[in-house]
């Protein structure tokens, strides 16, 4: 090890203690990483968190639109408390201020030198690394947070350029956001928007899941880091390419009368209905709209996405009407039986009689 556990503080909020214990309960194996990340949290959020604050440097005012907030950035770190850290962390063996530049800007080329200078294992030195860059980093996520743009669309983190650690779905309408192992950034992301490529054409996209599962890591077919794992199965609608799809605004007709449906259930609950009766009519118009239109079936997606973002600020809800829309368009294409059921018409005890008539 390149540490001594014993000299090593661990975080004050409770919460955090909590998880990282259950961590430790789950996953005896991962004691030794987890003793590092108690350190780097602690030293992210005790005496030393003013001291990192304090060296976060402003954004380059040429930096590019698609350039994290930490291109080219230099940092005046004091040498005598940063030097501190990082040998609590990796020993004194190690080059402090380069090990911990190297860790920030990812340089795993760099990091093998440091390590064999000092004579570590080069997998064990730059998992150590990447600890003592944290509390830098989460110093840089506090202060970049509230300007990240929301057209901030790339897969990297905004802040210090790092590919995400996972995705999340959050808020009633499911917005898929990405989230920084480093610094602890989020960001949002189109559900259908390649982390890696940045590729949008569903019949380029793939995706990884167990069958009996609905899908929720994508992975592109062509360029990507993504591209190396094999799909697990191919949908009808990317395997049949445009030619064999169908105009949204055919389906979007027929979802038009499943709707009656939804609105039958609704009536018959009895709590109060009112969120259901304005996400019902708000998706009412959407559908509506698109067979007004008629986009393409290649511009579909981003036909739905327009709108959402002319609806401005309180688009959320429209936001999550739009996914079920285009998440059922590919449904038709998908399962034989859902397509059969829009075309008779979305036969359902729950229609109102006249409209099950109709």
Not at 53 to 74: I, S, Y
Request: hydrophobic share 45%; with cysteine.
């Amino acid at each position: 090890m390149l540490w001594s556990p014993a000299k090593l503080r661990r975080p004050r909020n409770v919460d955090v203690q909590q998880r990282v214990a259950e961590a430790r309960r789950d996953h005896p194996e991962a004691e030794a990483w987890l003793e590092l990340l108690e350190a780097a949290l602690a030293e992210s959020e005790n005496e030393g968190k003013a001291a990192w604050d304090a060296v976060v440097p402003a954004a380059p005012a040429d930096r590019p639109a698609n350039a994290p907030f930490l291109f080219r950035a230099q940092f005046a770190v004091n040498r005598r408390a940063a030097g501190s850290w990082v040998h609590r962390i990796a020993g004194r063996e190690v080059d402090a201020l380069a090990l911990l530049e190297a860790a920030v800007c990812q340089d795993d080329t760099r990091l093998e030198t440091l390590a064999s200078s000092a004579g570590a294992d080069p997998e064990a030195l730059r998992v150590t690394a990447q600890m003592t860059a944290v509390p830098l980093l989460q110093a840089c996520g506090r202060a970049f947070a509230a300007q990240v743009a929301p057209t901030w669309w790339e897969g990297y983190c905004p802040v210090c350029g790092a590919w995400p650690t996972l995705a999340e779905s959050i808020g009633l309408e499911r917005k898929r956001q990405l989230r920084c192992g480093r610094c602890g950034t989020a960001w949002a992301l189109p559900p259908l928007r390649c982390v890696f490529c940045g590729e949008v054409a569903h019949d380029q996209l793939g995706y990884l899941a167990p069958d009996a599962r609905r899908p929720d890591h994508r992975a592109p077919r062509r360029g990507g880091v993504g591209a190396r794992l094999p799909a697990a199965r191919t949908s009808g609608l990317c395997a049949r390419g445009t030619a064999g799809v169908s105009r949204p605004s055919e389906i979007c007709r027929e979802l038009l009368s499943a709707l009656a449906a939804s609105e039958g259930r609704r009536k018959r609950r009895k709590r109060d209905t009112t969120p259901d009766a304005i996400g019902l009519a708000m998706k009412e118009d959407l559908l509506e709209r698109a067979i007004v239109a008629d986009p393409a079936p290649e511009a579909f997606e981003e036909w739905l996405q327009q709108q959402c973002l002319a609806a401005g600020p309180g688009e959320g809800g429209l936001r999550a009407m739009a996914l079920s829309i285009f998440e059922e368009w590919r449904l038709a294409h998908e399962a034989d039986a859902f397509r059969d059921w829009l075309a008779r018409g979305a036969p359902s005890d729950d229609a109102p009689r006249a409209e099950a008539e109709r």
